[in-house]
């Protein structure tokens, strides 16, 4: 059986010079009946690297391709057509693969979104590749972050459609349960419910064998108010289990206090709604099929899927008329500045006359946006240092500003005190 390989692609990691005769091996252990198979090296993300692997079917016996000769002219076949997937591998060991295969089966199964279908995977390192792995049917499009800025007008408002539709598609994905999709979904039926967890805490990749209390365990319905303060007691507990002390306990009580001013304000009513959780440019296939119409083909890169808040689901696809195309929530606050751009501003009025009143509420209201970027810290802890506690305290500081009724704790109190004395002395 030939190997055959194509150009282009990442470099990260192992050489794909070389690495490239571990994934022969390991696509001819997949596809033993192939006649030919070729690889292609395609750009990974930052968290799997990624290849294409085609496969050619076996040529059929002398009877068969004898009927394929008479019955061509009637019914013509393309033998050279292969078959199209992508491997997947993990740049992390602690990858939690069989979770993100479930997410996969749940999107596939429970919407009309165009997700891959996963048709072979592996969670140890007892293969070829020494690492786990997952082989995906590979969705037909090209990049969007590609080709976005050569986007005419008609165009730009085409494909903006197609994300608003995919983004009300996963926010109409409702539960009232808040959390992780879980493993045992892999059983999933049409039927059958999906299973959720706790948000992983400390978060998946984190390897701490430290703490006593389970990561996750399964979830159950609860509200929104509920689930916000629980987060901050289960960071607090972790935090003064691994610092001996509650280093940022003021960062918590500040951030209950704020989620309890949301629920007045009516921002946490409603169930919780499926996110992906990266849903940019990076991670959506696209077909230009003429100069009026940009056709999402494919939604990739599934990982962070989850459970979230209502208030989390309905972020404005700002990405699409910000200078930098980024999902960061640096960026986010800048969601209601004019855009500098021709493009920008028509996708951003585009949005505006579209979107639903509720949608443009969660979208540029600004407790919206400070309960969006609150509830990042909420997942991910305080684990980045002191520019992350600064980012914090930054949050409290513009939630202070809009609402000084609150009186939050914007900054350290022992740090504050210790300043006044000093200042005194």
């Known amino acids: ?26 696509a001819g252990q ?16 930052s968290e799997n690297r990624t290849i294409g692997v085609n496969v050619f079917d ?48 749940v999107v596939g199964s429970k919407t009309s ?16 590749l020494k690492s786990q792995y997952m082989i995906q049917n590979r969705i037909p499009g090209r990049p969007l972050k590609s080709i976005i800025n050569e986007l005419n007008p008609k165009q730009l408002e085409s494909f903006l459609k197609n994300i608003m539709e995919i983004t009300e598609t996963l926010a109409g994905f409702h539960s009232d349960t808040a959390g992780e999709i879980t493993e045992e979904n892999l059983l999933l039926t049409p039927q059958s419910n999906v ?12 390897t701490d064998h430290t703490f006593p209390k389970p990561r996750t365990w399964p979830a159950f319905p609860q509200d929104t108010l509920t689930l916000l303060i629980e987060q901050c007691e289960r960071w607090r507990e972790y935090e ?40 940019a440019d990076h991670n959506l296939l696209v077909d230009v099929k003429d100069e009026n119409t940009v056709n999402v083909t494919g939604v990739i890169e599934w990982d962070y899927a989850k459970f979230v808040p209502k208030f989390v689901a309905y972020r404005a696809p700002y990405w699409t008329w910000l200078d ?32 639903s009143d509720e949608w443009k509420k969660f979208a540029f209201a600004p407790e919206a946006i400070i309960a969006r970027q609150m509830f990042d810290f909420m997942i ?31 900054s350290d109190p022992f740090l504050d005190s210790d300043y006044e004395s000093d200042s005194d002395a």
Request: proline fraction near 6%.
């Open 113 to 128: 979104l165009p997700v891959p279908k996963v048709v072979q995977y592996d969670t140890t390192s007892d293969n070829g």
């Open 380 to 410: 991910r802890g305080m684990s980045g240092g002191s520019w992350e506690t600064d980012l914090a305290e930054d949050l409290l500081r513009a939630w202070d500003e809009l609402h000084p009724e609150d009186k939050i704790k914007t």
């Open 240 to 279: 003064i289990h691994q610092n001996e002390e509650d280093l940022f306990g003021y960062i918590w009580d500040s951030f209950s206090t704020i989620s309890t001013s949301l629920q007045k304000l009516g921002f946490l009513d409603g169930p919780f709604s499926l996110v992906h959780g990266d849903l």
């Open 195 to 206: 299973q959720l967890g706790k948000y992983f805490l400390p978060p998946r990749g984190w």
């Open 58 to 105: 076996s040529r059929p016996n002398i009877f068969v391709r004898i009927w394929q000769r008479i019955l061509t002219p009637c019914y013509p076949t393309n033998q050279n057509t292969a078959k199209q997937y992508i491997l997947r591998i993990p740049r992390w060991k602690n990858e939690f693969l069989e979770q993100q295969v479930a997410i996969l089966r």
């Open 30 to 45: 997949a596809f033993p009946k192939a006649q030919k198979i070729t690889l292609e090296r395609v750009r990974g993300g």
């Open 324 to 355: 930098d195309n980024s999902l960061s929530w640096h960026h986010e606050r800048h969601v209601n500045h004019e855009p500098r751009t021709e493009n920008g501003r028509r996708a951003k009025a585009y949005f505006e006359a579209n979107a």
């Open 1 to 26: 059986m030939p190997i055959h390989h194509c150009g282009g692609g990442d470099e990260d990691y192992e050489p794909f010079e070389t690495y490239q005769h571990k994934v022969t091996q390991l």
